[in-house]
């Protein structure tokens, strides 16, 4: 049983029969086979080198990890643009983060059990064999072997294969930090034709159909006009609750002073609507 030096990974897609955790590739060329378990550690070069000899190139796996980090990240954003095409930019960075973060990437390593075929120092084997970021370092390596071996059609089908049920599970995670309503039990996977498809006609709304975004806001300001009454929102910081491309807005409605609601959302007009409606209650409106 591996050790780790960090906490473990946040996400825990279920494997079954249904969706099988998918076997590792075979990378068949033994040079790259070996050159992707060697860490750096193992023939202890000095690592400040600014590039290596033609005729003594470096034998550990630092180059196969730089090139499979990329592979992944390529891979992991098309599997997102094919799972959910009507996400944006910043949610679905947020969502790779997830799924490409360390401690996924080490979760799946010691699944397929290869820190244990890493070749290092042995007076740091124990220590570097427990660390995370090593653990994700050499399934990164792993990719970029395979990839160099193989090219993307021996890499893709099976990191997407390896990646669904992750991004699903990241999807949810960011998708409650948004305070989003959770999904049907049903979710569908748009097909790779999607990706080259034009994009669908918006609805047309309804005759005399108000948007829930605004509906209640709009009622709350009728009625408070109504009444000559004095409304105040007031924004307060809602730092870790998104990012400067996906913010979280967290609002305070205040009537003549006193605390009608608060609310919260992906925009400022959302978060004063989900004010609104606590503000019609506490006037006994129910809608």
Known sequence: ????????????????????????????????????????????????VFEDHPQDPSPDNEKYEHLGDTVL????TELLLEMYPNLRVGP???IRALVVGNSTLADVSRMYDLPARLRLHPAQAITL????????DVFES??????????????????KALFAPY??????????????????????????????????????????????????LALFNQQL??????????????????????????????VDGEVYGRGQGGTKKAARNEAAKEGLKKMGIEV
Not at 1 to 26: G, R
Not at 129 to 136: E, F, P, Y
């Open 1 to 48: 049983m591996l050790l780790s030096d960090s906490p473990p990974s946040i996400l825990h897609p279920v494997f079954n029969a249904a969706q099988p955790f998918p076997p590792l590739p075979e990378i068949n060329k033994e040079s790259i086979r070996t050159q992707v378990f060697t860490h750096r550690s193992y023939y202890g070069r000095p690592n400040h």
């Open 73 to 76: 990240g390529l891979v992991v």
């Open 92 to 94: 679905s960075t947020k």
């Open 129 to 136: 064999r427990a660390s995370v970021n090593i653990q994700a």
């Open 142 to 159: 792993y990719v970029g072997g395979l990839y160099l071996e193989q090219d993307l059609p021996g890499v893709q089908p099976w990191l």
């Open 167 to 216: 991004a699903t599970e990241a999807y949810k995670r960011v998708r409650e930090q948004h305070r989003l309503p959770p999904l049907p039990m049903i979710e569908l996977v748009a097909p790779e034709s999607v990706l080259s498809s034009p994009p669908p006609s918006p609805p047309h709304p309804r005759p005399g159909a108000t948007p829930t975004t605004i509906g209640h």
């Open 225 to 254: 006009q109504k009444a000559n009454r004095i409304v105040e929102w007031i924004y307060s910081d809602g730092t870790g609750e998104g990012t400067k491309t996906t913010p979280i807005w967290i609002v305070r409605c205040e």
